[in-house]
């Protein structure tokens, strides 16, 4: 007899039952009840007073569950896309990034994107969706988002979603369709420093030192502050053990700035630190 009501628990917890109405209230009727709020998976199951019927909601990735006049024997399972505005699921995918549970961050903006379907608007959401599939490295579904970003309407950082579409190539081994797409951000943004930073980043990676310099020069040529280029030449110093390329960083210190002196002094210093351990 025990081991029969272990099963039927145990059957019962992998086979959630939902239902299509709760209390006398249909999903459809529930779903208009709860337009346009939004329910944090932080939040703990809460009961609100409406003016006919008074629900309770507990709230997942991706879904809440919805009971009404304390029909809780009941619950009907309700999307977050059918209810929940475009902002309100993104900061749910914000709030397990923080956790860095990545599969929860993942349901939660599939539901986004669900939401968002055949829009050509709201970049940040994939934008946000290729960086979680990326944490995820589910490589091909993060270059898609990330190009899908780029074909927004509304996106305003081309160059940027165009590097991490790249990015994502380059670690699928196909360094050709990386390279084009790194251009065509230059393209889009010629005086970025992320995308020549970028750049330097994948001729290291292909093994042209040379270039990769360069383009970490020209980087510091326009702001000496920007410390991860000036980083990643005292690492190419320290592996070619070439000091040619010494007196041109330094002068990048030296040029016209509009930052304030401290800044350029402190950043000069650092630089010399790292000069010194290479």
């Avoid at 860095?100 to 379907?117: F, K, P, T, W």
Wanted: aromatic residues 12%.
């Amino acid at each position: 007899m025990g081991d029969k009501s272990n099963k039927q628990h145990n059957s019962a917890e992998e086979e959630p039952v939902f239902y299509d109405e709760s209390g006398g209230v249909t999903k459809a009727e529930a779903i208009k009840m709860i337009q346009g709020l939004h329910f944090s998976p932080d939040q703990s199951p809460m009961g609100i007073a409406g003016d006919r019927h008074g629900y309770g909601i507990m709230s997942y990735p991706g879904f809440v569950l919805m009971f009404c006049n304390q029909d809780s024997e009941h619950p009907m399972q309700i999307f977050k896309r059918e209810f929940m505005p475009l902002e309100g699921i993104l900061q749910d995918v914000g709030f397990y990034a923080v956790q860095e549970d990545y599969e929860s961050a993942a349901a939660c903006v599939i539901e986004g994107l669900e939401q968002n379907r055949n829009a050509d608007e709201h970049w940040e959401l994939y934008c946000t969706a290729g960086e979680v599939f990326w944490r995820l490295r589910e490589m091909e579904l993060a270059g898609d988002m990330f190009l899908q970003a780029y074909q927004c309407s509304d996106c305003d950082q081309k160059a940027h979603v165009l590097c991490q579409a790249a990015a994502t190539y380059c670690i699928r081994q196909e360094p050709n369709t990386g390279f084009a797409l790194y251009h065509k951000a230059l393209q889009e943004e010629p005086e970025s420093l992320e995308v020549r930073h970028d750049l330097g980043g994948f001729h290291w990676d292909m093994g042209e030192l040379d270039k990769a310099a360069e383009y970490y020069f020209s980087v510091l040529e326009k702001d000496a502050s920007y410390y991860a280029s000036y980083e990643e030449l005292s690492n190419l110093f320290g592996q070619l053990g070439n000091s040619v390329w010494q007196k041109r960083f330094m002068d990048c210190f030296a040029q016209s700035s509009s930052l304030p002196q401290a800044e350029l002094e402190a950043a000069k210093a650092d630089m010399q630190g790292l000069l010194a351990k290479a």
